[in-house]
């Protein structure tokens, strides 16, 4: 971009802080963006982040959680996705592009307002994970395709359904989205009701997805990272001519393209999301954390007929 951006950095409890403000004030890797103003962190983060920034010459004040008038652009950085809808909405009803990291939020109910906010003003809203563009996805989809029509895919990766910050929603939006980029995105993908069940390693989900007017059998594998530190992010994509797998690797810098793809949307060169890409994984974690408050009902295998879109 080569307009002047000023952008405020709200929930600054996350090393996503660090990275953000690593890009846009110490690299400067978007010429004319900057952080101008750290909200709603400690006294001691904002020190911290306004250190680093000051160091490299870019200078940034501590801001009120809703300074919507001195910046152009809002990024939300809790680590909580429960506390993105109040941060956000602020932003949001006023106009303003912002950008939510992951995850979006920890509820359907708070997903749904701020996408209608978004709606009713205009606003520029985006949320994904960082594992949406690692070369790995892009990679497996392109072998995958040239093999045949996708009928199961299996994505595996840290998750801890105990987490303070918020269990599932915390790491897993990273397999539900690895799964949605390795289906298509979100033209005509539709989920089901997921099976749920643990075992001594984690919680498996199995569900079947609608893409592009096909079923494909979807197995999600949380595992506990606090019995596997080192568990990496995995998929297989089975298809009619074969199968293709591999890890998913994310490098010191997987939270650039996240930025590119947001200031391109603030920009206008690029699409904005559409709702389903909001909703539709939050939605699909809210109905696999409810399965693990009770029995599963479903035979794994057996997935239900997709109720839930994106």
């Not at 072998?143 to 994505?155: I, R």
Request: aromatic share 4%.
């Amino acid at each position: 971009m080569t307009q002047n951006v000023r952008v405020a950095l709200v929930g600054l409890d996350s090393s996503h802080a660090d990275h953000y403000v690593r890009l846009l004030n110490v690299e400067q890797r978007f010429p004319g963006v900057r952080v101008t103003v750290l909200a709603d962190g400690s006294p001691g983060r904002v020190a911290e982040l306004a250190a680093a920034s000051t160091a490299a010459g870019a200078r940034v004040r501590s801001g009120g959680p809703d300074d919507v008038t001195s910046v152009d652009a809002v990024i939300v950085a809790h680590r909580a996705g429960r506390l993105h809808r109040t941060a956000a909405l602020p932003f949001v009803r006023a106009g303003l592009p912002v950008l939510v990291d992951k995850p979006f939020t920890a509820s359907v109910a708070d997903a749904e307002e701020l996408v209608a906010a978004a709606r009713a003003s205009g606003a520029v809203l985006f949320s994904c994970s960082a594992l949406r563009f690692v070369p790995g996805v892009a990679r497996l989809r392109a072998e995958a395709a040239g093999l045949g029509e996708v009928t199961d895919l299996t994505v595996t990766g840290p998750a801890d359904p105990g987490s303070a910050h918020d269990g599932l929603f915390f790491l897993g939006i990273h397999l539900v989205e690895t799964a949605r980029a390795l289906l298509g995105g979100d033209a005509g993908l539709a989920w089901g009701e997921p099976a749920v069940g643990r075992d001594e390693d984690g919680v498996t989900a199995t569900v079947r997805a609608t893409a592009d007017g096909r079923d494909v059998v979807v197995r999600l594998r949380f595992v506990d990272p606090a019995l596997h530190p080192a568990q990496p992010f995995h998929a297989v994509v089975t298809t009619t001519g074969g199968s293709v797998e591999g890890e998913l690797e994310v490098g010191p810098d997987y939270l650039e393209p996240v930025l590119a793809h947001f200031l391109a949307q603030v920009a206008g060169t690029a699409a904005t999301e559409a709702s389903d890409g909001l909703v539709g994984p939050v939605a699909l974690l809210a109905a696999i954390t409810a399965g693990l408050e009770g029995p599963a009902h479903l035979v794994p295998g057996e997935p239900a007929t997709p109720t839930v879109r994106g």
